[in-house]
């Protein structure tokens, strides 16, 4: 027993000491490899000057706006059309003329309605008359001592007057409908021509020779079945104009953008597009309308924004998707330097490292800042084209450093490992 104890105590040194050879062949290698001197050393740039842009970006899709839909100053039926879809006109442009000589059946038939609704006043006028005279006599003859008129008689002529004067305000209404409807029917006429509004292309076109269009906001009916609509149906009531008119290059781009990048938003800014089903090629364009108000959807508030297309591919289509880069500050021969080498005080200001002339040592220089893009700061005060500022220092003796996960080591067990880089 004695013997098999100073065995077992005898391999437990055994196993110690290799142990303890191990960590220090390790603790060597680690030392070596991180720094041969076992000094600190700087990683650093020269501020430069150069462009910067701070950008902003969003997503959305290509849509036509700012078209004008042009709508028949009156009902009638469609004479002839002068113009085809992607016709280019400008202001005063004849677009349709209406049949004249249904307008002239229009106001014939708006004529007679007006001198029917005429006689319909004047008999109503004519009743009323009967009933208060009627009214009156019923009253003359009751302070007779031999009246043989009643309560119910006079109740009843009162009641009469109340009818006749109900109907005489309902022909009076009926009255002036019709002279409405006259006044309408002879504007039409007078008014068979209808021209653009305003300069642009035609961008949609609904209507052909034998559609009766109804007046603005109105409906247009096909009876031909070509232009906007099939033989004998309707075309869109409200939406749907006769002719939509829209600007020579009508496509834009629709953006949402989240609410933290709105401020830097103004009209007038450069955007450069791309579009998913053509990366191949871009386009640039301008910010040219901003939402007043926000969407909300899951907490995430975003603004319309709209971006005219400078010169749009003929192939770009409504619907698709696209981005923006919108260029929301620049400024040119600006002294920069990378992002990494702005620090920030304890004060909230910001400072860089710059080695001194001669040691090797950095100093710490107060800057003042400008412009900050995802990659480069711009430096307004404090700094020199040329000055060599700290991007990054490298200290062995760091021991976060070397636990980090930045480096190789040889790991021992029980024993923490590995090697890195401090800023």
Known sequence: MARARGIRRYKGWIALGVLVA??????????????????????????????????????????????????????GTVESVSVTEGSLVSTGTVLFTLDGASAEASVARALASVRQSEQSVAQAQLQITKTQSALAALTTRSTEPSSTVTAADITAAEADVKVATAQLA????????????????????????????????????????????????????????????????????????????????????????????????????????????????????????????????????????????????????????AAATIVTDIARDALLVSNSAVKTDSAGGYYVLVLADGTGEPR??????????DTQTQVTAGLSEGDLVVTQTIDPSDTDAQTGTGGGSIMVPGMGGGGGFRE
């Not at 990048?261 to 089903?277: I, K, N, S």
């Not at 319309?304 to 698709?320: E, N, Y």
């Open 22 to 75: 191990v960590g220090a062949a390790a603790y060597l290698l680690l030392r070596d490899g991180s720094n041969e001197t076992g000094t600190v050393t700087y990683q650093t740039e020269a501020a430069t000057l150069g462009t910067i842009s701070v950008t902003v970006s969003g997503t959305g899709n290509v849509e036509v706006d700012g078209t004008t839909e042009v709508w028949s100053p009156a009902a």
């Open 170 to 321: 309902s022909a009076q209404a009926q009255r002036t409908t019709a002279q409405l409807d006259y006044t309408a029917a002879v504007d039409a006429r007078d008014n068979l021509v209808v021209t653009a509004p305003c300069s642009g292309r035609v961008h949609d076109l609904a209507l052909a020779p034998g559609d009766a269009v109804s007046a603005t906001g109105g409906s247009t009916t096909s009876s031909s079945g070509t232009g906007g609509a099939t033989a004998g149906t309707t075309t869109a009531t409200g939406s749907g104009a006769p002719v939509t008119l829209a600007p020579d290059q009508p496509l834009a781009v629709h953006l949402t953008i989240n609410e933290v990048d709105l401020p830097g938003l103004e009209v007038g800014q450069r955007a450069d597009l791309e579009f998913d089903a053509f990366p191949e090629f871009t386009a640039t364009g301008k910010v040219y309308e901003i939402a007043d108000s926000g969407s909300n959807s899951s907490g995430v508030v975003t603004f319309d924004v709209w971006v005219s297309i400078d010169v749009a591919d003929p192939a770009l289509r409504a619907g698709m998707s």
């Open 364 to 373: 710490q220089v107060a800057v003042e800042t400008g412009l900050v893009s």
